[in-house]
């Protein structure tokens, strides 16, 4: 008798819920390719915005995933925290660098930070320079890649950097500031 009564619960149970007019969870969405096609890119960094900060920097496929972004940005104030940032465009044309669009989010993801939660696939964590002004960056950009045209692909996007510190919470993108240098990532071999 107890076992018809827990099998017509149970029974319920599965009519209710079929009954909900809440709808299924859409299903994932498929992973975005992680294979670069490009070995290697480089963004030259122009002032923007009035400023005297510029660089030279390189992009290769990181063997881990994504890609690994090295070089020199130079005329920061010293010991200035800056923001750091991959936009959607390749265009560095306006001389406050908005033609550069927004943060590069092909995911439609919230702004955050690299190495805790959801953020674009173009967040990155803020640069530091030292007394004299200058930055030795070394960054791994995760979920990215570096040619193919994927929609994750970063090369002709633009490479960022920003008067202020990100501060990874403010939307769409961490209270960083005037763009004051850009440059656009193009692929070299």
Same mark, same amino acid.
Not at 156 to 176: C, E, F, K, T
């Given at each position: 008798?107890?076992?018809?009564?827990?099998?017509?619960?149970?029974?319920?149970?599965?009519?209710?819920?079929?009954?909900?007019?809440?709808?299924?969870?859409?299903?994932?969405?498929?992973?975005?390719?992680?294979?670069?096609?490009?070995?290697?890119?480089?963004?030259?960094?122009?002032?923007?915005?009035?400023?005297?900060?510029?660089?030279?920097?390189?992009?290769?496929?990181?063997?881990?995933?994504?890609?690994?972004?090295?070089?020199?940005?130079?005329?920061?104030?010293?010991?200035?925290? *800056?923001?750091?940032?991959?936009?959607?465009?390749? $265009?560095?044309?306006?001389?406050? !660098?908005?033609? #550069? %669009? &927004?943060?590069?989010?092909?995911?439609?993801?919230?702004?955050?930070?690299?190495?805790?939660?959801?953020?674009?696939?173009?967040?990155?964590?803020?640069?530091?320079?030292?007394?004299?002004?200058?930055?030795?960056?070394?960054?791994?950009?995760?979920?990215?890649?570096?040619?193919?045209?994927?929609?994750?692909?970063?090369?002709?996007? *633009?490479?960022?950097?920003?008067?202020?510190?990100? $501060?990874?919470?403010?939307?769409? !993108?961490?209270? #960083? %500031? &005037?763009?004051?240098?850009?440059?656009?990532?193009?692929?070299?071999?």
């Amino acid at each position: 008798m107890r076992s018809t009564r827990i099998l017509i619960g149970s029974a319920a149970l599965v009519a209710l819920s079929a009954c909900s007019t809440t709808p299924p969870p859409p299903p994932p969405a498929p992973p975005l390719p992680t294979v670069s096609t490009a070995k290697m890119a480089e963004a030259n960094l122009s002032p923007a915005s009035a400023s005297i900060v510029s660089g030279r920097l390189a992009v290769v496929p990181d063997p881990r995933g994504g890609v690994h972004i090295t070089g020199v940005i130079g005329g920061l104030q010293p010991l200035q925290t *800056a923001a750091f940032h991959v936009h959607e465009r390749g $265009d560095c044309s306006a001389v406050d !660098a908005s033609s #550069a %669009g &927004a943060h590069f989010n092909p995911t439609n993801q919230p702004h955050g930070r690299t190495s805790g939660g959801t953020h674009h696939l173009g967040d990155m964590d803020n640069l530091r320079a030292d007394a004299q002004g200058r930055v030795n960056v070394d960054v791994r950009l995760p979920a990215v890649t570096l040619g193919g045209g994927a929609p994750n692909d970063i090369a002709g996007r *633009a490479l960022i950097v920003h008067a202020s510190a990100d $501060d990874y919470r403010s939307q769409p !993108a961490g209270n #960083a %500031g &005037a763009r004051v240098s850009c440059g656009i990532i193009r692929v070299t071999r």
